[in-house]
Structures are given as structure tokens and as C-alpha cells.
């Protein structure tokens, strides 16, 4: 890793907040991303943690630039691709996004990945009011738009607020409400107070999909979190990072799969490391999961078995604590077997 540090301002001046920003070939979206960071109105000094993770394109070069025009706000951090961390075979940046809080100076942390960007100037300055108000606080997260790519352009849309997309309207929140699929901390959205060190994160944090939804339950030990009902960050969707991953290759149905598969290991995880404290709440939102996961499999045995085999041998936390999802599996499988020997007979 190399440390591009270009001024004695960034290493001496102790910031108050530092905003993590993860880039990987973000060429088109980085510099957006970054000026709406920079525009923000404060009268404190925070930093910007850019931890480029050695792009293929030219995002690299740009964020060199922008460091380099930006001497008092930005420490610039040059990942290199022999640190990158695999899950299932392909790279994520999990080295990079531990790396960078690790790197946060600041009392206070906030995250934007390197294609989305903030929407209100006023952000940070509302959030820090907030955690300095509220000591019982461990985060402070708000709403957020969509960008989407229609008729050549960018358009800003509604981000959906039904189940399932992490909206929830009360103003106090708590891990509980993660564990019942009620609440998403959305990482573009996110300030929480600094009690990142070498410890904070467990072996698990580098073994599942979706870094953002398994920070949120790290961070449900150490306190509430607070909503404010207000879009002031965008989420551009590009259908490219571990999100989206896989989706051409294994198409709609199957990409669903896997994506809540990835979504069941870490709730399984996340069960363990509460030590089963939300077991219930946990076995629940796992049962929807697996619904959904039965909507898209196509309707024969060796798909349903296929499933069972999973949930048996591959989930992470111990057979006895997922013994009712199996049973409920098993249950379909039969059901499912007795209706196509219905149907022989009718045949015959």
C-alpha cells in the first residue's frame, strides 16, 4: 500500500470527521463524487480517505489529481492488487474499505463509495449536531435518492421504501430492526462515531458479501441509530460491483439465489456474534429469505434438494439453531414429491 500524503497540513491538522470514499474504476463518477464531499459547509476541518484500489482504467490518475489540488482535505491511499481480499472467487474491496476506517483520524466517520455522491451541503454539519446531542447515539443516517441510466443521462429517482430496501421511518432504530430486515444502514448515508481499531473487526467481516450490511451489525452493539427522513445522498446504480455481480452470468432468477444466500450467511453470522440474542427475530427474516428463494427455483426435486443440501451443509451457524428451516425445507420437498406421484397416477 502507498500513502500519498502531498501536504504537513493533512498529517498535522486532527480532523473531526473523516469521510471514507472506496474507488474502483469510478472514472466516469469520481470526480462528482468527490466535489459534492468537498462542498460541503462546516466550520471544522474534516478529511477525505480516498482508497483507490488500483483501477484498470484511469481512476487512479484523477484521484492523484484531485489529491494533488486538494492538499488540506485529502489523504490518498494507493491500494495494490495483491492485497485485495476473495470471496467465492472473485475480488472484493474489503481490504480497502477495513483499511480506510482504520486509517479515519477523525471522532466522527462517513462513507461514500466512489460512484455515488451527497446531495445537500448541509450533511455532515447536521449529522455531527446530532451525535454531539446524543452521546447514547453510535450512528447517524438519513434517506436517499437513486440515479439511474435512462435515455443517455443520469436521472435522480425515488429510492423504493417498502420492506425488503431498509427504509424505516422512526427516528430511533436499533440492531433489532436490522436482524427483522426493518432497517439498511446505507452506506452513502452513514456517519458513526470512530471505535474503529485493529480489533474492531471480527474474522467473519472478510468471509461475507456486502461489507455495509455487516458493519451496520457491528456497529448495533455499541448503540441506537438515528434517522433523519431527509434524501441527502444518491445511490447510482450501476449494476457493477459485488452487489450486482453475477447477474449477467447467472441471470435474474438465479442471481437472486445467490444474492439472498449471501444475505442468510450474514444473518447467520451476525446471529453468532449477538451470541442468539436476536435468534428469533433472526430465524424470521431467514424464513423470508428462503420464501423468496422458493418463488425463484424452478419447480422439480433436485432444485428443492439442491436447496435443502445448502441449508444442511452450508450455512454457517449450527445445524440445531436451524433446525425449523430445515424442517420447513423438508416439508416442501415432500409436498412437492406426493404431487408428482398424484400425478403418475392420474396418468396411468
Not at 463524487?33 to 459547509?41: A, E, G, M, V
Not at 432468477?253 to 444475505?263: D, P, R
Amino acid at each position: 500500500m502507498e500513502f500519498l500524503g502531498l501536504h504537513k497540513k493533512v498529517n498535522n491538522t486532527v480532523p473531526l470527521v473523516s469521510v471514507c470514499v472506496q474507488v474502483y474504476n469510478n472514472e466516469e463518477f469520481i470526480e462528482k463524487c468527490i466535489n459534492s464531499i468537498l462542498s460541503q459547509k462546516v466550520d471544522y476541518h474534516y478529511e477525505i480517505i480516498i482508497g483507490e484500489d488500483d483501477s484498470t482504467d484511469s481512476t487512479r490518475d484523477i484521484c492523484k489529481k484531485l489529491a494533488t489540488e486538494n492538499q488540506d482535505k485529502i489523504r490518498l491511499f494507493l491500494r495494490r492488487e495483491e492485497d485485495k481480499i476473495y470471496h467465492k472467487g472473485r475480488k472484493t474491496s474489503r481490504y480497502n474499505y477495513m483499511s480506510n476506517l482504520i486509517a479515519a483520524r477523525g471522532k466522527y466517520i462517513a462513507l461514500c463509495d466512489g460512484d455515488d455522491y451527497w446531495c445537500n451541503k448541509n450533511k455532515l454539519e447536521k449529522q455531527v449536531l446530532i451525535l454531539e446531542e446524543n452521546k447514547t447515539l453510535i450512528a447517524s443516517h438519513h434517506w436517499q435518492k437513486n440515479t439511474v441510466f435512462q435515455e443517455n443521462r443520469w436521472n435522480e429517482v425515488e429510492s423504493p421504501q417498502e420492506k425488503g430496501f431498509g427504509y424505516q421511518q422512526k427516528t430511533i432504530g436499533n440492531v433489532c430492526d436490522i436482524f427483522n430486515n426493518n432497517l439498511r444502514l446505507k452506506a452513502r448515508t452513514l456517519m458513526f462515531r470512530n471505535i474503529v481499531d485493529d480489533s474492531f473487526f471480527p474474522d467473519w467481516f472478510t468471509k461475507v458479501s456486502f461489507a455495509d450490511v455487516s458493519l451496520s451489525f457491528l456497529l448495533g452493539k455499541h448503540g441506537e441509530f438515528h434517522f433523519t427522513n431527509e434524501e441527502m445522498a444518491v445511490y447510482r446504480q450501476t449494476n457493477f460491483g459485488l452487489s450486482k455481480s453475477g447477474l449477467k452470468e447467472l441471470g435474474h432468477k438465479k442471481f437472486i439465489i445467490e444474492h439472498l444466500k449471501n444475505y442468510i450467511e450474514i444473518w447467520d453470522y451476525a446471529n453468532m456474534h449477538y451470541n442468539y440474542k436476536y435468534h428469533k427475530q433472526a430465524t424470521a427474516t431467514i424464513f423470508d429469505f428462503y420464501s423468496v428463494i422458493i418463488q425463484n427455483t424452478p419447480l422439480n426435486l433436485n432444485a428443492y434438494f439442491g436447496i435443502l443440501k445448502y441449508d444442511v451443509s452450508e450455512r454457517k451457524s449450527p445445524f440445531y439453531k436451524n433446525f425449523s428451516h430445515t424442517a420447513w425445507l423438508t416439508n416442501i420437498i415432500f409436498n412437492l414429491f406426493i404431487k408428482k406421484i398424484k400425478k403418475k397416477i392420474q396418468k396411468n
